[in-house]
């Protein structure tokens, strides 16, 4: 359940290569203003649109503090440069309402048009023989309890009667190189995962190489993620027919499956991919045998063996949601927004304020010559948010400071 909010940290001392622009580096103001405008949200009122963008990011950085506290803490710097008066931290309704009149339009075209892969070559852990490593998964949020929540996202069924809050599922891809979550779908909780990934693996590229498990694989999903261009490992259930239609060199064998029985008997419309078994002997829990299937049909550009062993990497995605959900937004601790508009813009916002931390998690890997993985994930968050007293990006104007 939230927490009982708390004030915000005083400026203590600073990072000397870390500051919040960092959010305004993942999110330029001139970016954020010219959706603004092209989605018709632009305003200068008491609380202007461009401010209320990185307030909604950064209220996934204070998940357990008060809306009017965060505010507080963001324009603390604006306060600094153009006089106390310059902006006014409103109350819980102004905010409320300048949230309501932003909308979830600007936030989810930022996220559309920024958040991409930024694996360089020179990323550690991010490619495999040229490929660019991605996943795909899904998660649920809580949201908070309210009639319109309720009817619009739904609420899951758990083993006795229904869970205590309603949910918004979120289904993305990730990079596994930098957990930067790409793509990103929402829907309804009873929505199921499926649906959205038809959305989400439009996202893909011909030089990814996609994971993905069990509950994914099936003739339609395979089909769109194949149109990509990109190349696909996911793992399929035991019942599955395969059969062996060309045992190859390395132990794998081509199949082909068909969306249908009645395709099967008329041999049409089948989607040609290649079969990897492997056992995981000495592991506690293991299962009798496991399968993986892929688009790359010659094993000389990826043996069995190795993509059994890479196909484990789909835990990154894993890893990433955990950030999303544990580190970030904090354990047990449910999205404050009380409308569907408002809920969608949140997530937005968590989902930016994860690629800004991950964008700066990748730069210091990038200058540390290290893989990001081997960089703490919780401490550049805390880093953030010792920092975000201390930004001042942003005018109180158009006019104040010209884009």
């Not at 580096?25 to 018709?40: D, Q």
């Not at 809050?165 to 309804?188: D, S, Y």
């Not at 009645?262 to 293991?286: P, Q």
Request: charged share 20%; net charge positive; aromatic share 6%.
């Amino acid at each position: 359940m939230a927490g009982v909010p708390v004030g915000l940290p005083a400026g203590i001392r600073l990072s000397d290569h870390i500051s919040l622009g960092v959010i305004a580096g993942a999110v330029p103001l001139a970016r954020v203003r010219k959706i603004l405008a092209e989605t018709g949200r632009a305003s200068e009122r008491d609380l202007p649109a461009s401010v209320m963008v990185y307030y909604v990011i950064a209220m996934a950085l204070y998940m357990g503090s008060s809306t009017r506290e965060v505010l507080r803490c963001l324009l603390e710097g604006l306060r600094w440069l153009w006089g106390a008066e310059a902006v006014r931290v409103a109350g819980k309704s102004g905010i409320s309402q300048a949230r309501s009149w932003l909308g979830e339009a600007p936030l989810q075209r930022l996220y559309e048009e920024l958040v991409q892969p930024i694996a360089t070559p020179a990323t550690k852990g991010a490619r495999y023989r040229g490929w660019r490593l991605t996943s795909l998964d899904g998660t649920c949020l809580d949201v908070a309890y309210t009639e319109e929540n309720r009817s619009k996202f739904g609420l899951p069924g758990v083993s006795w009667g229904e869970s205590a809050f309603p949910q918004v599922r979120l289904v993305a891809l990730v990079e596994n190189g930098t957990h930067v979550l790409f793509g990103a779908r929402l829907g309804r909780c009873a929505e199921g995962e499926t649906p959205l990934a038809h959305a989400v693996l439009g996202a893909l590229r011909p030089d990814m190489l996609c994971l993905a498990d069990r509950q994914f694989f099936g003739h339609a999903l395979w089909s769109r993620a194949v149109s990509t261009g990109a190349d696909l490992l996911w793992r399929v259930k035991s019942n599955l027919r395969l059969p062996r239609e060309q045992v190859l060199p390395d132990g794998s064998y081509l199949s082909t499956v068909y969306p249908s029985e009645t395709d099967r008997r008329h041999r049409s419309n089948g989607l040609r991919l290649r079969v990897v078994e492997y056992r995981l002997a000495g592991i506690a829990d293991a299962e009798p045998l496991y399968r993986v299937v892929t688009s790359i049909l010659d094993p000389q550009r990826a043996l069995g063996a190795e993509l059994a062993a890479l196909y484990h990497e789909r835990w990154e995605i894993e890893v990433a949601l955990a950030e999303l959900k544990t580190q970030l937004r904090g354990a047990r601790v449910v999205l404050r927004s009380e409308t569907l508009a408002l809920v969608r813009q949140e997530v937005w916002g968590l989902l930016l304020a994860h690629f800004a931390v991950r964008g700066l998690m990748h730069e210091a890997a990038l200058q540390a010559n290290e893989d990001p993985d081997r960089l703490s994930f919780s401490h550049a968050v805390h880093v953030l948010r010792r920092k975000i007293p201390h930004f001042a990006a942003l005018s109180p104007s158009a006019q104040a400071c010209p884009a």
